[in-house]
């Protein structure tokens, strides 16, 4: 279970030459559940990869411990029912981006949900991040010139405000579009 920090998921084919982000974990996150449940392995064509985004701290729990746990707690296995379920939801949501919706659209998904992070910052018009071109087009699964070009269309398009690597999400607190009233001002905090 990550206790604290975050977490970066990657998928990587066999070879590990190519790799694409699916998401995040945050505390309370598990990893590593897949070993509780007897099945025949499939041998798969790809890898899960995590890399953290600062100073991440795992709890680690055996197997066996958690099996011997689960019998005394039938619960136990519910809650990690809970978590496969809500990590599949986001999963197939993040697939159905890289397949359904244009540069522009998985853009500003992938900001919305760095907006969800803890380094997003409370600005008077949304949420700022702090995120690079090379980022994005790691999440959005493109060039870094086409994620600069993404970035300049949603500007165009008044969703966001973008100087260097910081960015503000207008309109938006935490991942949700919100009412900031008139009063907003769409300058960037240095």
Known sequence: MLTSGC????VSNKQGCESVHIGFLMPGDILGEEGLFESDHVSLCATVSYQ?????TLHSVSHDVVKKAAKLEPGL???V????????????SRLSQLLFMNIEERAYECLLSVSMLPGAMT??????????RIELAE???????TAGRAIQRLETSGLI????????LLGVRHGKAVNLGPSSTLEASA
């Open 139 to 145: 999440m959005v699964n493109c060039a870094r010139e």
């Open 123 to 132: 600005h008077p018009s949304g949420t700022q991040i702090k995120f690079t």
């Open 77 to 79: 296995v519910r809650e």
């Open 161 to 168: 405000k973008a100087r260097g690597q910081q960015i503000i």
């Open 52 to 56: 953290p985004l600062s100073d991440a």
């Open 81 to 92: 029912a809970l978590h496969i379920n809500k990590r599949l939801a986001l999963t197939t």
């Open 7 to 10: 977490l970066k998921v990657y």
